[in-house]
């Protein structure tokens, strides 16, 4: 490492000093692990472009136009069917985009999953847990292949995430949502659904974790 660079103190309050020289400073969350504490006191500008993996930083590549449109739709889609859903059952439903899921605080362990549908939170800081959470969504990108399918799959299921989709896109349009959902009293998840427009052309009809039908129409790009 060249000698011009500094590797910066591991403590919150000196990370964010406005008078650091960034270009030629290493911050501590890029070589050393991030706990929850110094997680909180970051700014909001790069807690928005990470996920946390054991105290890992994991920098997020910018979403594709098709992986926006795809979350767009399906969020807004989603939100709808879980308001009617928690106003016939006097609950406070969530659903946000690109919003942190908090799966562990030690070793620091978060997702951001492009759809989460999660119980009210108290504050804007706070984040949902897995606890909290009905259902998450992740749109297949080339480069989060192996993640979405494989990595997440294990790790949602393990936290005792009780509904996720995963959703893949081809030539401009959404291709395919497959539905994983956790049997009782189980940390492995099964496929309760795979909807196509070819196979499943009347849209997407789940009964949990709330009633959902969407109309394939409904995410066109």
């Known amino acids: ?34 706990t929850a504490e110094q997680w909180e006191a970051m700014p909001e ?18 979403p ?11 969020a807004y ?11 016939s ?3 406070c439903l969530q659903t946000t985009q690109d919003f ?8 620091l362990h978060h997702r951001k999953p492009d759809v989460i549908v999660h119980d ?20 297949v990108s080339p480069s989060s292949r192996v993640t979405d399918k494989i990595e997440k799959l294990a790790v949602y299921a393990e936290a005792g995430v009780p509904h996720y989709w995963i959703v893949e896109t081809r030539n401009g349009a959404i291709s395919s949502v497959t539905w994983y959902a956790l049997p009782e009293d189980d940390k492995r998840y099964e496929v309760r659904a795979c909807w196509t427009p070819a196979e499943t052309p009347e849209g997407i009809r789940a009964s949990e974790p709330f009633p959902v039908r969407i109309a394939w129409d409904e995410l066109a790009f």
């Open 1 to 34: 490492m060249s000698d011009e660079y500094t590797e910066h103190p591991m403590t919150a309050e000196l990370a964010w000093n406005e008078d650091v020289d960034w270009e030629r400073t290493i911050p501590f969350w890029l070589t050393q692990s991030l």
């Open 45 to 62: 500008q790069i807690c928005r472009r990470i996920e946390v993996v054991d105290g890992h930083v994991i920098f997020m590549q910018s």
């Open 64 to 74: 594709t136009y098709d992986h926006q449109s795809a979350s767009l739709g399906l």
């Open 77 to 87: 889609a989603i939100r709808r069917d879980a308001r009617v859903y928690a106003t």
């Open 89 to 91: 059952n006097e609950l």
């Open 100 to 107: 942190d899921l908090r799966i562990d605080n030690s070793p």
């Open 120 to 139: 009210c939170l108290r504050d804007q800081r706070s984040r949902p847990r897995p606890s909290d959470t009905y259902l998450v969504v992740e749109i």
